[in-house]
């Protein structure tokens, strides 16, 4: 195993710093490599991963971990050589995931949610030695790849992972080598483009992930306490931010390959935790389900995230449930949130408030810029949103969000400034028209997107997913509607009727994959 910072026995704690004895500020004790090496020592017997209703235990998870570390050992690629991995949310996945940090190697993540030759395509990008893919990801097109580049790979099949055949050894592809300072590669959600690649180190996950809120809020790992619930996609921030601190304290996990109403009610009806959470489109699927409230009772607070939620979703599901919405803000570029609502601000300004993502979290700063000449807005106005993220530096980091921070200090996310539709001089936010058509009484859920227009350069259009038994309203009811709420410049000029709205990994609205469903209908 490549040394990380450290021996392990002075890292992991085994001797006291001089910190700590002179009541100082004590740093974390053990880096996330040892801290991998550790969580793979755990008592073989205990449960680590339920999947499908089966657990796994930390033995299983230990060796199929092992397996990925002796075939990469075994492939000829250097220690410092970067590894393709393209998870899935199976055990096999995290497993591996814990054997490649374990052995202090870059991971390059790859969603798997795309087409083979879309794998292919990333696979010769991003320029790896190895590749660790689930193995029905190892298709024709991957594999011309692979021997294209000369790289190995590890194929996980099952709880089982062994080289694929004909990639046990590395060629070209094996003399690459990474950063002198391992890290993890994450993706960005793909929203509104392509995903992209951003770089966190294992020494900011040590310092900021592992000493999370959400890492030390989970309760006792012992049997019982209930499982954490895991249903973001492995390879983003999200993924990541709820996986690996509940994988290193031991916290036994359920995990969803896809996230569904069903399994979420299953976790919760089975496990009853006092804590959930949801992704915001979720939340009125969820009403829309119809779920009995005392099925919900153990919740005391639901946390979302990851994109905005409608305010009329938030208010139905507290009149409903009487549960506490708590949401937050965050982007992969800020390596995790920065604004929160936490239950105490919940209690004190309720419904006040409806909407917020919170106050900047410790350490965050927040403020809201004029686009054009970059001056900082007054309380109230709306402008782009500027971060200074602790986990990142002390630099301003220019987002591409339209929010407005109140004279209390509290932050309202409302849309996107590069998913604005331009219809002739006229700016139009997605958002704005998705809230306004989830008043009607017929609609569970909107996505709109802008559309080419030769004389206007681009117009919206909407898709629609109704709520349960209800009839597709007439399109010039629909107009009606949005006319009580917005501009006629804002009026959907294309309406489709959908079961189900597309989807990035992190279930936000794909606006690409809506942008081409209109083009083909």
């Not at 499908?52 to 000829?76: I, K, M, N």
């Not at 920065?338 to 239950?343: E, K, L, N, R």
């Amino acid at each position: 195993m490549k040394k990380h910072r450290g021996g392990v026995a002075q890292r992991c704690g085994l001797a006291t710093s001089a910190a700590s004895v002179s009541g100082q500020k004590e740093y974390p004790v053990a880096s996330l490599q040892e801290l991998a090496v550790i969580a793979l020592r755990r008592e073989p017997a205990l449960q680590a991963i339920e999947f499908e209703h089966r657990w796994h235990s930390w033995g299983d998870v230990r060796r199929v971990a092992e397996a990925v570390q002796t075939a990469l050992g075994a492939s000829g690629i250097g220690g410092q050589a970067p590894v393709a991995f393209v998870p899935r949310n199976r055990p096999a996945s995290i497993a591996a995931l814990l054997g490649l940090i374990a052995q202090g190697r870059t991971i390059r993540m790859i969603y798997a949610f795309q087409s083979p030759a879309g794998i292919a395509r990333d696979i010769e990008r991003l320029q790896p030695a190895a590749v660790v893919a689930d193995r029905e990801d190892f298709a024709p097109e991957v594999q011309e790849v692979l021997g294209k580049e000369g790289l190995a790979a590890i194929a996980l099949n099952g709880m089982q992972a062994a080289p694929l055949t004909g990639f046990e050894q590395a060629r070209i592809g094996g003399q690459r080598t990474g950063p002198a300072e391992p890290q993890i590669e994450i993706l960005t959600s793909g929203t509104t483009g392509p995903p992209k690649q951003f770089a966190i180190s294992y020494r900011l996950l040590e310092q900021h992930f592992l000493a999370s809120p959400l890492a030390k809020t989970q309760g006792d790992n012992s049997e019982s306490s209930p499982p954490f619930l895991l249903f973001f996609p492995l390879g983003n921030i999200s993924g990541i931010y709820s996986t690996l601190p509940m994988m290193i304290r031991g916290q036994r996990v359920v995990l969803l390959e896809r996230f569904t109403i069903e399994g979420w009610h299953d976790h919760v009806v089975r496990y009853r935790p006092a804590h959930s959470g949801l992704p915001p489109s979720c939340v009125q699927l969820v009403l829309d389900a119809n779920i009995p409230k005392e099925d919900l009772v153990s919740i005391r607070a639901l946390g979302v995230g990851a994109a905005p939620l409608d305010p009329t979703a938030q208010k139905a599901f507290e009149d409903r449930y009487g549960i506490p919405v708590l949401l937050s803000y965050g982007a992969t570029e800020f390596a995790g949130p920065v604004a929160a609502m936490t239950p105490e601000l919940h209690r004190e300004w309720g419904r006040t408030k409806l909407g917020t993502v919170g106050r900047a979290m410790p350490g965050a700063q927040l403020r809201v810029v004029d686009p054009d000449t970059g001056e900082v807005l007054a309380p109230g106005a709306e402008g782009l949103l500027e971060v200074v993220s602790p986990r990142i530096g002390p630099e301003w980091i220019r987002t591409s969000d339209i929010a407005l921070i109140d004279e209390d200090g509290f932050l309202f996310h409302r849309g996107r400034a590069d998913g604005a539709i331009m219809r002739g001089g006229f700016k139009i936010l997605p958002e704005s028209v998705e809230c306004a058509l989830m008043l009607h009484p017929s609609i569970s859920e909107a996505a709109v997107t802008g559309i080419s227009d030769h004389r206007l350069g681009q117009v919206p259009a909407a898709a629609i997913r109704l709520k349960p038994g209800a009839s597709a309203p007439r399109i010039e009811d629909l107009e009606g509607h949005l006319r009580k709420h917005l501009l006629a410049t804002h009026i959907p000029v294309k309406w489709l009727f959908c079961e189900d709205l597309p989807r990035t990994p992190s279930l936000k609205a794909d606006r690409p994959a809506l942008q081409r469903l209109f083009d083909s209908s």
